[in-house]
């Protein structure tokens, strides 16, 4: 498990930095990129260092995301295997699962680790993440469908772990009044109106609620108009 993992690693950041100095054209779509985050962390009373690396793969519209974790014990130098163990396997690595580009392609859903998601313009949920830890993920799910380029709905629901509580859910219908133009920037114009609400009422161990809004739940209701002046890979510039 432990030679799988470094050669797996290796051969990621050997296509990464191939692609880059040779201008090799992969078989991918061009959104595939390569993140990891580097640290130490102690699990009870061992001492890890490592990284988790988060690569993330574009096979025409589908996606997949991962998330693989490498620490190793400072003492023994083992790497730490606990986090795959209960029946889940390598399959805890998937981070996410998606179908399509959102506001490209009329129809785009997303399944897993909700970071990076917005409702709309963002400007009553954005940048969300329902990945507290690695340890407790959840299993959200985020759709965009636009029927005729013109009229469509957005929805994000946090964690499909259904236990009788109602976790975070979003929903924003919009119209595009110039959809079916091909005018840029003009075509992408939105008037969208936005509901949100959150009645997740875990806390952690220990923890105790002592206010409304972390008691009760709270929600949220909004319009909004905007367009996107400019969107690609590194960039995406909207006014609203």
Sequence with gaps: MKKLFKIFVIVLFSNQVFYAQEGFESAFDEENNLSANFGLTTVGDQTFVGMRVQPE???????LGLDIPLLYDIRSGELRTEEFNNGVGVLRMVRYLSYGKKK????????G??????LGYGAILGNYSNAVSFERRKVGLSADITFNSVVGIEALY????????????????????????????????ELGASYITDKDNYTEE????TTD?????????????GAILVQNLFLRLTVD
Excluded: C, H, W
Aim: aromatic share 14%.
């Design 57 to 63: 793969f574009s096979f025409g519209k589908l996606g």
């Design 104 to 111: 490209k392609d009329p129809i785009y859903v997303k399944l």
């Design 113 to 118: 680790d909700m970071t990076g998601e917005q």
């Design 158 to 189: 946090s964690d499909l772990n259904f236990d009788s509580t109602q976790k975070l859910l979003a929903i924003r219908p919009y119209y595009r009044p110039f959809g079916q133009t091909r005018i840029p920037i003009i075509k992408t114009i």
């Design 206 to 209: 220990g923890a105790i609620s």
């Design 213 to 225: 809004f972390t008691r009760d739940g709270n929600s949220a209701f909004g319009f909004d108009i």
